[in-house]
C-alpha cells in the first residue's frame, strides 16, 4: 500500500487567502455536527431517527438519511415523494451547531457550496452568525438555477449543489437522484452561469469540507468544481484541500488525492476547524484589515444631526469616518483636506436638508462642490471598472427636503435617497451601510 506523507497545511498562506477571499469552502455532512438535549450528535442522524420514528422503523444500522430513506423506499415502498413531504414538516431550529458557527465567525467567506440537504440550515446559520441576510440557489432536477458573480458578492450566498430539504421541489436523497443532479450539472457546464461560477472557482483555493459522500459523488465534485483534470491540479491558481473524518475509506481517498497534489488533513473535522479558528485569530491580529472610509458632507447648520449620523457610523467595526470637526486641525488647508477626503473614501455621504440647499449662497457653493467632486470620483471609479457601479454614492434626507429639488436631481437622480431624520441612523440604515461597504 502506498503510504505517501500527506501535505501539510500552510496555515499562514490558507489565512492569507481567506482574507483576500480567494478562497470557496466546499461544505458536507461532517460540518453539520449538532447538539441534541447536550449531547453530541450529527443531523444526518438526527433526520434519520426522525424518519424511522415516523416510519415505525428501528434499524440502528441506518445512521444517515440517505440510508433510511433508501430503506424506507425499498423496504417499505415508501414513495419519497411522501418521505420529502415528511421532512420538510420537521424543524431543526432547536438544535445547535457549534462547528459551523465556529467556522461562519470568519467573515471574509462569502461564497459556500453545500453538498448536503441542509442548505437552509447554513444560511440560518450564516445569518445568525453574521448577522446578515444569506442568498442561496439551489441545482436540482425541477427548478431553475440563477447563479451568482462570485468576484460581486455583497452578502453571503449559498449554492446548494443537491438542492434543501425546505426550499426544494426535489432535493437529492437517493443516491439514485444524486446521479441524476451530477449528469444534469455535466449537461449544464456549457450554460454561461455556469462557465461563469466554474471559471471563478478555477483560481481559488477548494476546501473541502467534512464532504464524507460515496467516491463517485466527491471524485464527480473534485473534478468539476476545481474545473481541471486532476493530473493538472498542479498547475491551478488554487490548493484543493480535503478534511474529513478518520476512517478505512478516507485512508483510500486521501492515498488517492495526494498523488494529485491534493493536500489533506491527519485530523478530524472538527479538529481543523478549532485549528483553522486559532490560526485565523492570530493572523488577523497581526493583519488586521484597513478600515473603510465613510465621507459625511453636510452644511454647517446641520453640524449636530451630522454629529449624531457620524456617532452610530463611527460605532460599526472597521469604519473610519471623515468629517472636517474631527479630521481637519486648525492650520490645515481646508479645500486640500476636503479633496483628499472625498478621493480616498469609500462611501459618500451628503445629508440633503433645506439647509443645504439654502439661500446663504457661499454654503450652497461649498456643499455642491463636494458632491461634484464626489461625482467625479463616482464616474472615475466606475470608468476603471469596466462600467460596473461601484456603491459609493449614498445620499440621504435628514429633514422634509424635497428630494425632486432640481439641484438634489442634478446630482443624485438615478439614486435612491434614505431617508435618517435628524441624523439618527436606525438598524437598517446602519445594515444598509455595512452592505454597501461588503461589511459583515
Not at 425632486?404 to 443624485?412: E, G, K, L, R, S
Given at each position: ?17 481567506m ?38 422503523t ?7 438519511l440517505t ?38 465567525s ?7 457550496i ?30 431553475p ?22 426550499n ?35 483560481s481559488?483555493t ?25 493530473a ?31 493536500v489533506?488533513y491527519?485530523?478530524?473535522?472538527a ?50 469616518c471623515w ?79 424635497n ?11 438615478k ?7 435628524g ?18
Open positions: 500500500m502506498d503510504t505517501q506523507q500527506p501535505s501539510a497545511i500552510q496555515w499562514e498562506t490558507l489565512c492569507r487567502n482574507a483576500r477571499k480567494n478562497v470557496i469552502p466546499i461544505i458536507g455532512n461532517e460540518m453539520y455536527s449538532c447538539l441534541v438535549n447536550g449531547e453530541t450528535s450529527s443531523t444526518e442522524n438526527w433526520f434519520a431517527q426522525q424518519l424511522q420514528q415516523e416510519y415505525g428501528n434499524e440502528p444500522s441506518l445512521k444517515t440510508a433510511a430513506a433508501e430503506y424506507l423506499v425499498n423496504e417499505q415502498h415508501i414513495k419519497i415523494k411522501t418521505i420529502r413531504i415528511f421532512l420538510q414538516t420537521l424543524s431543526p431550529d432547536g438544535l445547535s451547531f457549534p462547528l459551523l458557527e465556529d467556522f461562519l470568519i467573515d471574509q467567506l462569502l461564497f459556500y453545500n453538498t448536503t440537504p441542509y442548505g437552509d440550515i447554513l444560511k440560518r446559520t450564516i445569518d445568525k452568525v453574521r448577522n446578515t441576510e444569506a442568498e442561496q440557489d439551489n441545482f436540482t432536477i425541477d427548478e438555477f440563477k447563479g451568482c458573480d462570485i468576484a460581486e458578492l455583497k452578502n453571503p450566498f449559498v449554492l446548494n449543489m443537491l438542492g434543501s430539504l425546505e426544494s421541489l426535489s432535493p437529492a436523497l437517493l443516491e439514485e437522484e444524486m446521479l441524476e443532479c451530477v449528469n444534469m450539472f455535466i449537461e449544464k457546464k456549457q450554460n454561461e452561469t455556469f462557465t461563469e461560477i466554474l471559471g471563478a472557482l478555477g481559488k477548494l476546501l473541502f469540507l467534512g464532504c464524507s459522500q460515496p467516491s463517485w459523488l466527491m471524485r464527480f465534485l473534485f473534478r468539476n468544481l476545481s474545473n481541471e483534470r486532476m493538472s491540479w498542479d498547475d491551478r491558481g488554487g490548493d484543493i484541500i480535503v478534511v474529513n473524518d478518520k476512517s478505512p475509506e478516507r485512508d483510500v481517498q486521501f492515498n488517492f488525492l495526494r498523488k494529485n497534489s491534493a489533506t491527519d485530523g478530524n473535522t479538529d481543523f476547524i478549532k485549528e483553522l479558528s486559532t490560526s485565523w485569530d492570530s493572523y488577523i491580529s497581526r493583519n488586521p484589515p484597513k478600515p473603510k472610509e465613510i465621507f459625511i458632507s453636510y452644511s454647517h447648520k446641520d453640524l449636530e444631526q451630522a454629529r449624531c449620523l457620524f456617532q452610530s457610523l463611527s460605532a460599526i467595526k472597521n469604519i473610519k468629517f472636517d470637526e474631527k479630521r481637519l486641525q486648525a492650520g490645515n488647508n481646508y479645500q486640500v483636506g476636503i479633496t483628499a477626503g472625498i478621493s480616498t473614501a469609500d462611501l459618500f455621504i451628503p445629508l440633503l436638508s433645506n439647509n443645504s440647499l439654502g439661500s446663504n449662497a457661499e454654503a450652497l457653493v461649498n456643499v455642491k462642490g463636494e458632491w461634484r467632486e464626489a461625482c467625479y470620483t463616482n464616474d472615475l471609479r466606475k470608468q476603471k471598472s469596466g462600467g460596473k457601479e461601484i456603491n459609493y454614492l449614498m445620499p440621504v434626507a435628514i429633514d422634509d427636503v428630494k425632486a429639488n432640481p439641484v438634489i436631481q442634478d446630482f443624485f437622480s439614486l435612491s435617497i434614505a431617508d435618517v431624520p441624523g439618527n441612523a436606525g438598524e437598517a440604515f446602519i445594515n444598509q451601510v455595512k452592505q454597501q461597504l461588503n461589511i459583515i
